[in-house]
């Protein structure tokens, strides 16, 4: 069975041991996209709730998600290595890596979240929360979707998530003007709105994750690319606030 | 020479087109980490310096470095499709994908970084922005070892890179403060503070992607992760900014 000269042929037995193998690597991701969208939940909930036993849950849960993304890329290299698959389970194999990098980052921003909700938490609250925890629904409502769409190996549901991309978007522009708004009508919140505009910025970001994977998903289903100019519509980075605003 | 059972096996002619393959991809990824590095240089000068034409150059190049992403994924998968590499061969090929990741995403922030400049720079100055570029000045420098150390499969050297990333997460945490105060003095600054807030936020994330960089370049010559605590500084969203401070 073992060909000295190369690598090992492919028999019945390793064919099954192979596919089991891959199988387990994907369930590794879908469990690790459970507790990615678990604490993102919490971080949100954490938000909009004041729920500062959810922030600690979501903070002290991203260690367990940065340990799933190390084993996935250690099993994923060790199926390259001795299995050597090809077309559709290499591009599982790479799916796989790929999808717990989005996914280790989607832990980060929760657990990014979750510290300053306890921050904002210790502070008198501010009316904006309520438009963010919305804007994190629709975060978390993608991610639900993009990760579906990885287990039954959905392209067109891919492709439905990357094209909402732009709706998360909308949410953060105007927000992001709320929150300027907000902060020069105030100047005693700019510390606290600076937490909410970081906030909001880490959900758009999640936002951007879950495209990412849909696009990975796209392309371990269809072999094929999503259209290179992805939807885009945070403006923000080009607006210039008029110096006038803040005497409205 | 093409074994139908299974994979190619390895001719001495094989070996060496395998290895032109692999070098290919090394160039690329290194002339997609130069390109990565001026659009980032042309961002940071275009804040120092207030200079459009700079901030214009950053957000035109983003395209081209994005198409090499693309082409490096391709190559890599046709690599470990037909090649089938092993070993250091296969780490190389797996450093080269994540690798072009990261720089991609350098790429991204860099023009965010210019579009946001471009706004800057049709308003009066502000003094931070100074700051700022000896921040930007710092990101860069350790982009430019980290990927003298891809080019050079130096372990050490990008261990001391991996090493540096708190000296930006400093600097960023006293901006940061520095920021806060200038927009509670002056509320008419909100709008533009704004901008260079971000700005920062993505010169502290450009550091982060460069150490993501170094943990990969260690990964692929020595077969070993750095150690899973990757040094972090950046306390920001861990900061209560008393309502007071806005009347000092």
């Known amino acids: 069975m073992d060909d000295t000269n190369g690598p090992i042929r492919m028999t019945d037995h390793t064919v099954r041991a192979f596919s089991e193998q891959l199988e387990g690597l994907s369930a590794l991701v879908a469990q690790m996209g459970g507790l990615a969208e678990a604490q993102f939940a919490a971080a949100i909930e954490a938000v909009s709730r004041r729920d500062s036993v959810a922030a ?3 903070v002290g849960g991203d260690a367990r998600i940065d340990a799933i993304q190390q084993e996935i890329e250690d099993r994923a290299l060790k199926l390259l290595a001795l299995r050597q698959p090809m077309a559709v389970d290499l591009r599982e194999t790479l799916a796989a890596i790929k999808t717990a990098a989005e996914l280790e980052r989607i ?6 979240i979750a510290k300053r909700a306890l921050v904002l938490n210790r502070e008198p609250p501010i009316r ?4 963010l925890a919305r804007m994190g629904k629709v975060a978390l409502s993608q991610l639900k979707q993009v990760l579906d769409s990885f287990s039954s190996r959905n392209a067109a549901l891919a492709e439905q998530v990357w094209n909402q991309d732009g709706e998360i978007d909308e949410i953060y522009n105007s927000l992001f003007r709320e929150l300027l708004t907000y902060m020069m009508e ?6 606290l709105c600076t937490h909410l505009l970081f906030i909001a910025k880490n959900i758009e970001r999640c936002g951007d994750h879950a495209t990412n994977i849909a696009e990975v998903v796209y392309h371990m ?4 690319h999503l259209a290179a100019n992805r939807p885009k519509a945070d403006f ?3 607006t210039t606030i008029p110096f006038e605003i803040h005497q409205a």
Chains 1, 2 share one sequence.
């Not at 904006?128 to 438009?131: A, D, G, P």
């Not at 289903?221 to 094929?224: E, G, I, T």
């Open 56 to 58: 600690e849950n979501a």
């Open 186 to 191: 105030d100047p005693r919140t700019i510390g």
């Open 128 to 131: 904006l929360t309520q438009s």
């Open 236 to 238: 923000t980075s080009e």
């Open 221 to 224: 289903v269809r072999a094929d």
């Open 107 to 112: 832990g980060d921003l929760a657990k990014n």
